[in-house]
């Protein structure tokens, strides 16, 4: 209980910091449980330089597009109740989604240092398996943020579920 409230201290004084950290370090946590789980690597093997892009996308690409669209769609569909709730999931799952999925594919494509050529063929390949999964897992968890959490939470939620899924776009990004 006392991490929490420090956490919860931390995110009342520096929002927008905790938020982005908060992402980075479930992100590159991802990660690990991809490398040590489900690809059962080990230590030995273990790619840290992996880990760190990972934990580098989340605090520097997925904490500021996630909790700057988690803004936006406040400030697009202001209130709480399920319709509300509803309809900031729809555009979520609908818009935002698809567009997040193939820009963070590519990000890390390239970071991984695929040609644009290469990139492009592991996006057209890797792509649609991913949208799907996304739509096994994403719509109810956002259903239940947005009706459920404060704004200030939500990227944390939504990065602790995403732990897991983390692990999938991190063992998915990572195929070759």
């Known amino acids: 209980m006392a991490l929490w409230r420090a956490y919860q201290r931390a995110l009342n004084a520096h929002p927008w910091k905790v938020q982005v950290l908060t992402a980075g370090s479930l992100m590159g946590l991802g990660d690990i449980i991809s490398q040590q789980l489900v690809e059962r690597r080990g230590m030995r093997k273990h ?35 399920k319709v509300d709730a509803l309809k900031k999931m729809l555009l979520d799952q609908g818009c ?48 239940a943020n947005f009706y459920l959490v404060p704004l200030y939470y939500r990227l944390a939620v939504v990065q602790c579920v995403a732990v897991i899924w983390n692990s999938y776009l991190s063992w998915k990004a990572h195929q070759l």
């Open 96 to 143: 935002f989604a698809p567009c997040f999925l193939g820009s963070f594919l590519s990000l890390t494509g390239a970071l991984n240092g695929l040609s644009a050529q290469d990139n492009w063929a592991k996006l057209q390949r890797d792509y649609p398996d991913a949208l799907i999964a996304n739509y096994y897992l994403w719509p109810a968890v956002q259903l």
């Open 47 to 81: 790619q840290i330089s992996r880990t760190l892009t990972m934990a580098s996308l989340g605090c520097g690409f997925v904490g500021p597009v996630v909790g700057g669209w988690y803004k936006v769609l406040d400030r697009l569909i202001p209130g709480t109740t």
